[in-house]
């Protein structure tokens, strides 16, 4: 058994790293990576530059986007816990299929105004590979409990990537992210709290009849990561290769 779960973490690490057409760095391995000098609310990572081009106010979602842009994914819901509610737009170029997207979280005023407060072109994942192929369908973002989801499915190695965010100080940060991947002869699923330093992997051998599935547990360096400034898929992967899965 640990062979053969051992032989799917492999393929999974190869399949995942083509599939995205992107490069990581290596990272040691342990079971267990601790800082007991890490303060309870780890310091909040440097912040991304603030993207232009986009309107600071505006009475509507479309007052936000320019000829060059279009809205393809819109959610509404009271994200900073104020009472009002306020929209996350996913935006893309209409010229160019294969341009990466942005997300504009946009807040609303009690004058019923909106005013840009995020921009991010990392949290939302490009649409396409450099093969011209999607890479996640559906994908979709909801804004529910002061929550913002960012959820996107696929099979096979690839898999679903689930993320959330969610206003802290006037900081929106990654609270967390779930995956679950499909392999040869073994599912695997990931759960990650950044803020907790906590990584939980389960791991489904489909090869016997019961299709056990065995669980670990890992203890990182808390961390707090900003909306603005990370990919969650970067994340996850950096994760994932700095413990020892097998």
Same mark, same amino acid.
């Given at each position: 058994?640990?062979?053969?779960?051992?032989?799917?973490?492999?393929?999974?690490?190869?399949?995942?790293?083509?599939?995205?057409?992107?490069?990581?760095?290596? /990272?040691?391995?342990?079971?267990?990576?601790?800082?007991?000098?890490?303060?309870?609310?780890?310091?909040?990572?440097?912040?991304? =530059?603030?993207?232009?081009?986009?309107?600071?106010?505006?009475?509507?979602?479309?007052?936000?986007?320019?000829?060059?842009?279009?809205?393809?994914?819109?959610?509404?819901?009271?994200?900073?816990? $104020?009472?009002?509610? $306020?929209?996350?737009?996913?935006?893309?170029?209409?010229? $160019?299929?294969?341009?990466?997207?942005?997300?504009?979280?946009?807040?609303?005023?009690?004058?019923?105004?909106?005013?840009?407060? *995020?921009?991010?072109?990392?949290?939302?994942?490009?649409?396409?590979?450099?093969?011209?192929? *999607?890479? /996640?369908?559906?994908?979709?973002?909801?804004? =529910?409990?002061?929550?913002?989801?960012?959820?996107?499915?696929?099979?096979?190695?690839?898999?679903?990537?689930?993320?959330?965010? *969610?206003?802290?100080?006037?900081?929106?940060?990654?609270?967390?992210? =779930?995956?679950?991947?499909?392999?040869?002869?073994? /599912?695997?699923?990931?759960?990650?709290?950044?803020?907790?330093?906590?990584?939980?992997q389960e791991v489904t051998?489909?090869?016997?009849?019961?299709?056990?599935?065995?669980?670990?547990?890992? /203890?990182?360096?808390?961390?707090?990561?900003?909306?603005?400034?990370?990919?969650?898929?970067?994340?996850?992967?950096?994760?994932?290769?700095?413990?020892?899965?097998?």
């Amino acid at each position: 058994m640990k062979k053969i779960i051992t032989l799917f973490v492999v393929c999974f690490l190869t399949a995942y790293s083509c599939h995205k057409n992107e490069t990581n760095g290596s /990272h040691p391995k342990t079971d267990t990576i601790t800082n007991s000098t890490t303060p309870q609310t780890p310091p909040i990572q440097e912040v991304a =530059e603030q993207i232009s081009g986009f309107p600071a106010t505006g009475k509507k979602a479309s007052d936000f986007v320019s000829g060059t842009y279009e809205i393809q994914y819109e959610a509404e819901g009271d994200l900073n816990q $104020d009472g009002l509610p $306020d929209l996350a737009l996913v935006v893309k170029k209409k010229a $160019d299929t294969l341009a990466g997207r942005t997300i504009l979280v946009i807040l609303k005023n009690p004058d019923t105004t909106y005013k840009l407060d *995020k921009v991010s072109t990392k949290a939302f994942p490009d649409e396409y590979n450099g093969d011209g192929y *999607k890479m /996640h369908d559906p994908e979709d973002i909801s804004i =529910e409990k002061g929550e913002l989801h960012i959820n996107l499915y696929d099979i096979g190695p690839n898999g679903n990537l689930f993320s959330t965010f *969610k206003y802290l100080n006037n900081n929106l940060i990654l609270t967390y992210i =779930e995956t679950y991947n499909m392999g040869a002869g073994s /599912h695997q699923a990931l759960y990650y709290e950044p803020m907790k330093g906590k990584l939980v992997q389960e791991v489904t051998n489909t090869m016997e009849e019961d299709t056990p599935t065995t669980s670990k547990t890992f /203890h990182l360096k808390k961390e707090n990561y900003r909306f603005e400034s990370i990919s969650p898929d970067n994340i996850i992967r950096k994760v994932y290769g700095s413990v020892d899965v097998e």
